[in-house]
């Protein structure tokens, strides 16, 4: 469940725990309940959100979603690198985001693998390879995310999990009681006060989102601009509660709009408002700022 099961690379998971029965010919574990309960789980879950996406959105889902998208991010999602310098910066990405975002379990892991590799564990292979291909695969892509490396995490975690194992099995009793004590206050402290342990997602939009619904109609339409549809239509839908306009890839497209007598809002970044042709920034009427955000109109008050 927490491998993003809508995602089809995702299903790599399923792919290297089959694998892992196969090698170690443990073929009777392939019809057993839990595995077979795992991937009933892994399927039902990402259907329940396909589902109704063909219904309410018809074939856009397989089209967008499956094909498009990836094939976008394959191709680099319009990104291109004009140096030499700039592909291998790409092809390397995933390097300091790993020695960065994932401390301390980043060096804690290596130590995993020595020890894997001192006592000749031949399914410490099978983990790796885990971890090459998810690495290798989101590597080759031109577009990348440091989020993208959770999906080698598991294989990661088993590392961790041993070498913790070895370290802590003196005093693992203690740590079971200390941690389950932790657990307990850290759900309390989560669940019933206001302290936040991660930072505040979108931000913005928080504030944004309010302020659309109390000033915008229901009627009047809201277009997004130069904003990745997908992710902007789901921040828009759980925020504004309402579905945005389709998206403005040009400042022609802008023009085409804001000259219409009919009046229209606007969401757009500060940086691309500044830098839009006088001749369309003068028919545009900004009427809030909102940290990266505009939301402007094309007709006064």
């Known amino acids: 469940m927490g491998f993003l099961y809508k995602g089809p690379p995702a299903y790599c998971v399923l792919g290297v725990v089959f694998l892992y029965y196969v090698l170690t ?9 839990y595995f077979i309960l795992f991937i009933l789980t892994a399927t039902t879950i990402p259907l329940s959100w396909i589902i109704l996406q063909l219904v309410y959105k018809g074939n856009n889902v397989i089209e967008k979603f499956f094909i498009n998208q990836i094939l976008w991010s394959i191709k680099g999602r319009g990104v291109k690198y004009t140096s030499l310098l700039e592909k291998i910066k790409n092809y390397l990405f995933f390097f300091p985001a790993f020695f960065s975002y994932y401390l301390p379990w980043s060096i804690t892991g290596i130590f995993g693998i020595i020890k894997f590799i001192k006592e000749k564990s031949k399914l410490f292979y099978i983990l790796l390879l885990w971890i ?4 290798i695969g989101f590597t080759i892509p031109g577009y990348k995310d440091d989020y993208y490396l ?20 003196r005093i693992k009793d203690n740590l079971i009681k200390i941690f389950a004590v932790l657990s307990l206050i850290f759900a309390l402290v989560t669940f019933f006060t206001p302290i936040k342990f991660d930072k505040i997602r979108n931000p913005e939009f928080k504030i944004l989102g309010k302020y659309i619904q109390k000033i915008v109609p229901e009627t009047e339409e809201v277009f997004i601009y130069n904003m990745y549809y997908w992710d902007m239509a789901g921040l828009f839908a759980w925020y504004v509660e309402r579905k945005p306009s389709y998206s403005l890839k040009s400042p022609e497209e802008i023009k085409e709009k804001v000259v219409t007598n009919k009046k229209i809002f606007l969401l757009i970044y500060k940086k691309d408002l500044d830098e839009l042709p006088e001749e369309i920034k003068e028919k545009i009427y900004p009427i809030y700022y909102c940290g990266r955000f505009v939301l402007a109109t094309n007709k006064k008050d």
Do not use: C, E, M, R
Not at 132 to 135: A, H, L, N
């Open 150 to 169: 959770l999906a080698f995490w598991p294989g990661w975690a088993v590392f961790n999990g041993y070498i913790f194992s070895l370290w802590t099995y």
């Open 25 to 33: 010919k443990q073929y009777k574990k392939l019809l057993n309940s």
């Open 132 to 135: 090459i291909i998810v690495w």
